[in-house]
């Protein structure tokens, strides 16, 4: 395929994931004080109790004005396919782009990654609260893109140094991760200039990449000793397969082995829209690590 004919596969991919209406949730709740600080919550359709519980953190290259409206539609979607669902909102970058380059601030430091922590925390109560048909011993955490890095530290948490305020003591009780297209290996995502410069605008500038990337990057939080799973597009051009691909095969060198599932002829945005068979293979790398 010609360059030209897959930059207009991905815009078309990216229109119809973006087409879908916002799926309002069931409830919400707050975690924080901070207005980006809540978590909408999804009950599985079919009425089901003792559900699986799918914690879902979105992407957009942890920039502000992609929020979790995004993934509304396939928050229900998973809801429908027997799920409980908790899409977490949190700080990201901000609406002033910086000096060099158009796009707005990646995410804060470290108020994205105080936010994926505290919400993680409070999910079991507020999950139990707001959620009832949920089952909070079985959940499996997911994300796309720069959502995918969140999910994958969050499931690392007790590997991070010694004296980070994020570090648990013990790993967190989940069944696994399912990482979609994940932000997964900073240094290939630098290389590659993911997302226009994001991975450095996260971290706070080239400066601070080195100390702070010891505290965030999924490829050097290995291993994790939690189940974990990637789901690739071959023609991902927002986050390139080679991404995910380093991700795999540092944690193997860790003695960790991950499972990649690469998509042929998908591209970045069918794996979070309803309307794309990518999304029903989602579904099912998640329901092998909840059931």
Same mark, same amino acid.
């Given at each position: 395929?010609?360059?030209?004919?897959?930059? @207009?596969? @991905?815009?078309?991919?990216?229109?119809?994931?973006?087409?879908?209406?916002?799926?309002?949730?069931?409830?919400?709740?707050?975690?924080?004080?901070?207005?980006?600080?809540?978590?909408? =919550?999804?009950?599985?359709?079919?009425?089901? #109790?003792?559900?699986?519980?799918?914690?879902?953190?979105?992407?957009?290259?942890?920039?502000? !004005?992609?929020?979790?409206?995004?993934?509304?539609?396939?928050?229900?979607?998973?809801? %429908?396919?027997?799920?409980? +669902?908790?899409?977490?909102?949190?700080? %990201?970058?901000?609406?002033?782009?910086?000096? %060099?380059?158009?796009?707005?601030?990646?995410?804060?430091?470290?108020? #994205?990654?105080?936010?994926?922590?505290?919400?993680?925390?409070?999910?079991?109560?507020?999950?139990?609260?707001?959620?009832?048909?949920? $089952?909070?011993?079985?959940?499996?955490?997911?994300?796309?893109?720069?959502?995918?890095?969140?999910?994958?530290?969050?499931?690392?948490?007790?590997?991070?140094?010694?004296?980070?305020?994020?570090?648990?003591? &013990? !790993?967190? !009780?989940?069944?696994?991760? +399912?990482?979609?297209?994940?932000? &997964?290996?900073?240094?290939?995502?630098?290389?590659?200039?993911?997302?226009?410069?994001?991975?450095?605008?996260?971290?706070?500038?080239?400066? $601070? =990449?080195?100390?702070?990337?010891? =505290?965030? $990057?999924?490829?050097?939080?290995?291993? #994790?000793?939690?189940?974990?799973?990637?789901?690739?597009?071959?023609?991902?051009?927002?986050?390139?397969?080679?991404?995910?691909?380093?991700?795999?095969?540092?944690?193997?060198?860790?003695?960790?082995?991950?499972?990649?599932?690469?998509?042929?002829?998908?591209?970045? =945005?069918?794996?979070?829209?309803?309307?794309?068979?990518?999304?029903?293979?989602?579904?099912?790398?998640?329901?092998?690590?909840?059931?």
């Amino acid at each position: 395929m010609s360059d030209s004919a897959a930059r @207009d596969r @991905d815009a078309a991919e990216e229109e119809s994931a973006f087409a879908h209406p916002v799926i309002a949730p069931d409830r919400s709740a707050a975690y924080g004080s901070h207005p980006d600080q809540v978590i909408d =919550f999804y009950a599985p359709r079919d009425g089901r #109790t003792g559900a699986p519980l799918v914690v879902l953190l979105h992407g957009g290259a942890w920039r502000a !004005p992609y929020d979790r409206h995004h993934v509304s539609p396939f928050a229900d979607f998973l809801a %429908r396919r027997g799920f409980a +669902v908790a899409s977490v909102e949190y700080r %990201r970058g901000g609406e002033i782009p910086r000096q %060099r380059g158009s796009e707005p601030a990646a995410g804060r430091w470290p108020e #994205t990654f105080d936010d994926v922590a505290a919400a993680m925390d409070a999910m079991p109560l507020l999950a139990g609260r707001e959620l009832p048909q949920a $089952d909070v011993r079985r959940t499996v955490v997911t994300g796309h893109s720069a959502g995918g890095q969140l999910a994958l530290w969050a499931a690392a948490r007790h590997v991070l140094p010694e004296g980070s305020p994020w570090r648990l003591p &013990a !790993p967190p !009780p989940l069944r696994g991760v +399912v990482a979609l297209a994940p932000v &997964a290996d900073f240094a290939t995502a630098v290389e590659l200039d993911v997302c226009s410069g994001a991975v450095h605008q996260l971290l706070g500038g080239e400066g $601070d =990449f080195a100390e702070r990337s010891a =505290f965030a $990057d999924p490829a050097v939080l290995l291993p #994790t000793g939690i189940a974990t799973a990637v789901v690739q597009g071959i023609c991902d051009l927002t986050v390139p397969p080679a991404v995910s691909e380093a991700f795999v095969d540092a944690a193997a060198k860790a003695g960790e082995m991950v499972g990649l599932t690469l998509l042929e002829d998908v591209g970045h =945005f069918p794996l979070i829209d309803p309307s794309a068979d990518a999304c029903a293979v989602v579904a099912e790398e998640l329901a092998q690590l909840a059931w």
